[in-house]
């Protein structure tokens, strides 16, 4: 089992930047394949990226393409979001997840383990 704990969540104008992160719990991280998803008010939680387990690979919803950037460190088991070019559309609750297989699914309900979440508010 993992315990996730995002932070660097908070309010910027738009066209600017956040890093997002997630520690995680435990010494299997390097097992997990990560996820970021985003939840805005009155919205369906969405897939933002993944980061696979074993070699790194990523996936981004075609919204976040070009402007975010997921990565990982598993020395210090955290994985990280980097957002620029930030959106008023960005704005919503960003919650890390974890699943301990391997692939970089979208689905929401592939993810065993998730985060309590970070606001992320992007203003006009």
């Known amino acids: 089992q993992v315990q996730l704990v995002e932070s660097g969540g908070g309010l910027v104008q738009a066209g600017g930047s956040l890093r997002l992160s997630c520690a995680a719990s435990g010494r299997t991280f390097s097992s997990y394949t990560m996820g970021w998803f985003r939840q805005a008010p009155g919205k369906e939680r969405e897939f933002v990226a993944a980061i696979s387990r074993r070699y790194g690979n990523t996936d981004y919803a075609d919204s976040v393409k070009g402007r975010f950037t997921i990565s990982r460190d598993n020395a210090k088991n955290t994985v990280y979001l980097q957002m620029n070019s930030l959106k008023p559309e960005d704005t919503a609750v960003y919650y890390c997840?974890?699943?301990?297989?391997?692939?970089?699914?979208?689905?929401?309900?592939?993810?065993?383990?998730w985060g309590q979440g970070t606001q992320v508010t992007v203003s006009s």
């Open positions: 997840a974890a699943r301990p297989t391997d692939g970089t699914p979208s689905f929401s309900n592939e993810y065993a383990y």
